[in-house]
């Protein structure tokens, strides 16, 4: 993910090195420190003694303790950062014994109980029990993991950092012939209300035919997309371009006038932390139309950098992009109240500093 390579390559005053069990899309994350988890050699006597008589767990028995010790041992680590809560609870018979401190960073949809997991929801708490320090990303996460039971004197906010010099201001025109450009990206998944968004677009263009409306990114969800902007009768309008590298990304801002992003909780509890890509959209300087979800209100000020709505209100959001359309005063002066906010709040060297704070804060409570 975009926004944890920004952090890694971000470190300046820790030395940092990645383990992961397989390597994937080097070309578009370039990054040298890698350590990849092998499999270790099976041994049935040892693996039956660890199992059955001694009754360790699967990441004991299963040799994978064993490979991730080693290489922390090689490399002197001093603290390991672990990204996502379901990769710590995996983890936590490793946390419990590594006498070094490990922190665990949640996003969202770690935080959502898992049907296939059975005791997940228990061995979370468990986790939280067990770490020095606890990071989200949003105070919507934060609230979330109090209520599994982690201390709120645990818990500190790891905002998303963005490059500011990578998605620069932009001066654009107020489409006066009503030829707007609407944008979303993000992963095609449920959470993300594509449906909702598709249907206040069809309400826009309704008044505003000239209207187009730019989906980008993969997910799942693309086919039933695309099939909804037919039976809405937007299919014309509406273009699904797949997955934008970052500079292809920035380029679909400037030529954009507003950003979508009608965020909602899922069934199983699927919730936002802060989307990266509407933060890069409003350091371009695009108002943002979206909803009161997750860590979305913490990013987008109502009523001065973009309009929110109830999850699952399309008439809310048409609405809102109506008067965003409605008058340029209006819409120019979210445009500029959004660039400068989101510099003020998600820059992203200010936020690697706090991020180091926090590590320099777990180091500290382990000594003492």
Known sequence: MLHIYRQVTGLRDYKTFVITQQRMSAEKFPFDEIE????????FVRRF???YIKKEPPIVYRGEYGVLEKILRDRSADLMHVYFGHTGVHLLPFIQRWPKPAIVSFHGMD???RTDRPGYVEKLGELLATLPLVLARSHSLRDRLVELGCPDQKIRINRTGIPMDKFPVVERAFPQDGRWKLVQACRLIEKKGLDVALRAFANFSQRYPGATFTIAGEGPL???MQALAGELGVAERVNFPGF???QQLCQLFTESHLFVHPSQLTED???EGVPNAMLEAMATGLPVAATLHGGIPEAVIHGETGLLVRERDVDGLTQALDSFAASEDFWRRFSQAAAHDVRQN????????KLEGFYDEALAAREG
């Open 49 to 51: 003694w660890l199992k």
């Open 269 to 271: 509890q699927n919730q």
């Open 36 to 43: 990849l988890t092998r499999k270790p050699a099976s041994n």
């Open 346 to 353: 998600f820059e992203q060297t200010a936020q690697i500093k």
């Open 244 to 246: 934008l590298s970052e």
């Open 222 to 224: 693309l086919g039933q």
């Open 111 to 113: 935080v959502q109980p």
